[in-house]
């Protein structure tokens, strides 16, 4: 089977249940729609089990990458001849959006390893698809973080800058493509009206992330079935606002 999910952020024990509740075997295969990171209690757990199973397909979100730049320079001794380089006004910025965006219990965990797991994991975040396309008893689908905006008319993936994959929202109100779905997180669907933290479909959408890490659920979607199971999020809400 083909399952999809995204924005885990770090909610590792929700994680794990998912894959116990949909007996996730050798033989399946499970796209991460990105943001697995940040926010949340535990993400440098989920990266790692997430490394070690060849049947998660990782796609990155904005959270890997903002994170990636910041992650790389803490891997760098400081001198004196590389800390102007280091520490300049744009990284600085980085770092700071970074924090601001739930990147401080990320960073904290990185910290705590030894280098070469440090290096490890660096390797694995770059590895990230930018999307994913997949053609599946006879329907078809775009598997991608954020939405395609601003979409016009006979554009296509191709098209997109990696910010406008990243970071741009969805517009569940108008159909991007006919021929396909356009399976997305980075916008938790509890910012919808009356929407309390379950998948939206809606004009070939599909939008996944259910705002676990705000205290809602975990989504997973088969795509074989077309129906999606719920974790709820189990531990005290400390995230932040949502958003």
């Not at 390797?123 to 905006?149: K, Q, T």
């Not at 356009?182 to 919808?192: E, L, M, N």
């Not at 205290?215 to 531990?235: F, Q, R, S, W």
Request: one cysteine or more; proline letters at 4%.
């Amino acid at each position: 089977m083909h399952y999809v999910i995204s924005d885990i952020h770090g909610c590792y024990d929700e994680y794990r249940e998912a894959l116990e509740k949909i007996n996730f075997q050798d033989c399946d295969l499970l796209y991460v729609l990105g943001d697995c990171i940040d926010r949340g209690y535990a993400s440098v757990k989920v990266l790692k089990d997430m490394m070690y199973r060849p049947n998660v397909i990782p796609i990155v979100g904005n959270h890997e990458y903002m994170a990636l730049d910041v992650l790389k320079d803490l891997c760098v001794e400081i001198t004196a001849e590389n800390a102007e380089t280091l520490l300049d006004a744009e990284m600085l910025l980085k770092y700071a959006d970074w924090m601001k965006n739930g990147g401080d219990r990320t960073i904290q965990e990185f910290r705590a390893l030894p280098m070469d797991e440090k290096l490890e994991i660096l390797d694995y975040l770059g590895d990230f698809s930018l999307y994913e396309e997949v053609s599946l008893s006879g329907r078809n689908y775009l598997l991608v973080h954020g939405g395609l905006e601003p979409f016009r008319e006979g554009m296509d993936v191709e098209d997109f800058s990696v910010a406008q994959l990243l970071f741009s929202k969805a517009d569940y109100d108008r159909m991007y493509f006919s021929d396909r779905f356009t399976v997305t997180g980075h916008t938790p669907t509890i910012s919808q009206p009356g929407n309390k933290g379950t998948v939206i479909k809606r004009n070939n959408h599909i939008a996944i992330d259910c705002g676990c890490v705000f205290g809602y659920n975990l989504a997973v979607y088969c795509m074989e079935t077309d129906h999606e199971i719920y974790i709820p999020y189990k531990h005290k809400k400390d995230c932040g606002p949502e958003p």
